[in-house]
């Protein structure tokens, strides 16, 4: 299959003088439309220099970027290439812009200079996709954490894009919220055939990702599906990155005879497994 | 008592709708206090009264005795004893140099040169950044999860008595998140620190906590130890907050007919609960 973003020999550095470290290093990376690519990795690792680097808003110093073929460096595909390519972030205050939720949502469509009924259209798709329809008129300020990020992404998805990026969409979210936004992201992901790359530091919430690139100082440190991830707690460990808490209990009860399953993310997956012990 | 809220009402403006209704409550000098609600329950209004960034509409807020919605309090005494990281890192930071809005505080309490490099020093390395490397940064081109530690790092070389944190571990990678709180848990230690920890992470305000505030619509709607609002599990879930996902567990266990304690929240303490329950019907292996 064709790739959707192509990512060749990447480098990056913030600054111009020569002595500053690389923040993103010899990236190579291809996306195929339709997938679903996790990235974790400690802070500071590039992982939103990535993300900004995917739409144009940062230009790599070295190497090239591509979405849908086009190169982020072409001035006039940029344009472009940000409808097709929409980045959603962590705070959900920072993002919404109009008192009324569908106001928000029609805010991109209505600078593409779109025909109203057209726009109307996109917005009611929008909001439907993330399960916000009955807010539509709804101040987005009276909104849960949960249900502006879901507006925030609406109002990305009503671009039409192919691709979207999250940068820690749930850090500031309450649990219920978490589950909402990742809930949506796995829909638009697998019943709308949206590619998504998903940055974040809770492993939970990328059991189901396709791949998982974990970065490190700039560079890909390793590239494995979830399930080849998380059953090394040891590896987990080594890379600094997160084990859930009832993954660590599995392990751990397995450490101490019990036999049974370590590749376990939920208290229900761990009862059953603890329940066939016979 | 250390702080003490007395019948506190808020609102922004006078068209809107309350934000906190009639919360009244008490703690110590020493405790370690987890405050929880979802988003919007107002968590982050009721601890900016506390330092006294906002006035409440009505009700009074005291803090070692000494009433501060009064007019003429001294604000500026106020904040150095109590020291609040706010839930957005970004809404913190002001200096040019990482150095500078860590120092900044500590420039104020009227310390030295030197007793302030220390400080900044010190509580660099306990947020886990490289002194050397960080110490000339703008801290507005740092990544997200580094300015959160900066953020912190500016509160705690303040040195208060009473350090509130609203979401300090948000964005935090998993190793850093660890050392924060080992560091929080260590100068609370140290200092006989009052804490209170705004978190959406249940098995942290669990483990840590001495005491649960809920926050729900504006309203205190618990205010008990861990194991006793363990017990209201049902409660928590319908209020969209759940428990720790290890002590979800031993409730399944128990509801399966296993007896066995449910008011448990750290990993090793529940490992040797369930172990202990399961050895006696003799499924353990060895
Ligand atoms: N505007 C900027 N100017 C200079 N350096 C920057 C800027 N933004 C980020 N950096 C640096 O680039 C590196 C990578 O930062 P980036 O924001 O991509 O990390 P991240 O992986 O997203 O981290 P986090 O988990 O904390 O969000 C860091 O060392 C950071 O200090
Ligand atoms: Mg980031």
């Known amino acids: 299959m064709e790739s959707l973003i192509e990512l060749k020999d990447v480098y990056y550095r913030y600054q111009e003088q020569e002595d500053e470290d690389w923040v993103l290093e010899n990236i190579d990376l291809e996306i195929t439309a339709g997938e679903f690519i996790a990235i974790v990795g ?6 939103s220099t990535l993300a900004k680097l995917l739409n144009g808003i940062l230009l790599p110093t070295q190497g090239e970027v591509r979405v849908g073929g086009k190169v982020t460096t072409e001035q006039e595909d940029l344009w472009q290439l940000r409808q097709q390519l929409g980045i959603v972030f962590q705070n959900p205050d920072n993002q919404l812009v109009a008192n009324i939720v569908e106001e928000d949502v029609a805010f991109g469509p209505e ?9 109307r259209k996109r917005v009611d798709e929008a909001l439907r996709l993330v399960g916000m329809t009955d807010f539509a008129r709804a101040a987005p300020h009276k909104l849960s954490g949960g249900q502006k990020q879901r507006v925030a992404i609406a109002g990305v998805i009503a671009m039409r894009p192919d691709c979207l990026v999250f940068d820690e969409p749930t850090a500031m979210l309450d649990p219920q919220g978490r589950q909402e936004v990742v809930e949506t992201v796995e829909h638009l992901n697998r019943q709308e055939g949206l590619t ?25 440190e390793l590239a494995a599906t979830p399930k080849e991830l998380f059953t090394k707690v040891d590896k987990l460990r080594d890379l600094a990155l997160d084990i859930p808490q009832i993954t660590e209990l599995a392990y751990q009860l397995s450490e101490s005879g019990l036999d049974i399953d370590t590749n376990i993310f939920t208290s229900t997956e761990l009862v059953e497994e603890l329940c066939l012990l016979k | 008592m250390l702080i003490e809220v007395d019948s506190v009402c808020h609102r922004y403006s006078q068209e809107e709708e309350m934000v906190l209704n009639d919360i009244s409550f008490k703690i110590e000098r020493g405790e370690f206090i987890g405050l929880i609600g979802h988003t919007g329950s107002g968590k982050s209004t009721l601890v900016q009264l506390l330092n006294g960034l906002i006035t409440p509409t009505a009700g009074q807020v005291y803090i070692s005795g000494e009433d501060i919605t009064a007019k003429e309090i001294n604000l500026k005494s106020i904040r150095e004893q109590v020291g609040l990281v706010f839930q957005y890192p ?10 500078d809005d860590i120092a900044f505080g500590p420039k104020n309490l009227g310390l030295s040169e030197q007793v302030i490099e220390e400080r900044v020093k010190q509580t660099l390395a306990s947020v886990n950044l490289d002194y050397q490397r960080f110490k000339e940064r703008s801290p507005f081109k740092l990544s997200g999860g580094q300015q959160r530690r900066v953020a912190i790092a500016g509160v705690l070389a303040m040195r208060p008595e009473v350090l509130i944190l609203d979401e300090p571990t948000a964005g935090l990678d998993p190793k ?16 006989n620190l009052t804490i209170i920890l705004i978190s959406h992470r249940m098995e942290q305000v669990f483990q840590l906590a001495d005491r649960i505030l809920v926050l729900e619509q504006g309203e205190l709607i618990f205010d008990c130890t861990p194991a006793e609002l363990i017990k209201e599990q049902q409660r928590l879930i319908e209020l969209g907050l759940s428990i720790p996902e290890v002590t979800k567990v031993l409730f399944a266990l128990k509801e399966r007919g296993y007896d066995l304690r449910t008011d448990l929240f750290e990993v090793a303490e529940i490992k040797e609960e369930i172990v202990k329950t399961l050895i006696k019907p003799g499924i353990l292996k060895s």
């Open chain 1, 42 to 47: 400690h802070n500071g690792s590039g992982k």
């Open chain 1, 111 to 119: 600078n593409l200079g779109l025909p109203s009924a057209e726009i």
């Open chain 1, 196 to 220: 998504v790359i998903y940055i974040t530091h809770f492993m939970e919430e990328i059991i189901n990702a396709d791949r998982i690139l974990v970065f490190a100082d700039g560079k890909v």
């Open chain 2, 90 to 99: 970004e809404h913190q930071l002001f200096e040019e140099t990482v150095y």
């Open chain 2, 176 to 191: 850093t998140r660890n050392e924060v709180i080992e560091e929080i848990v260590k100068f609370k230690k140290q200092f």
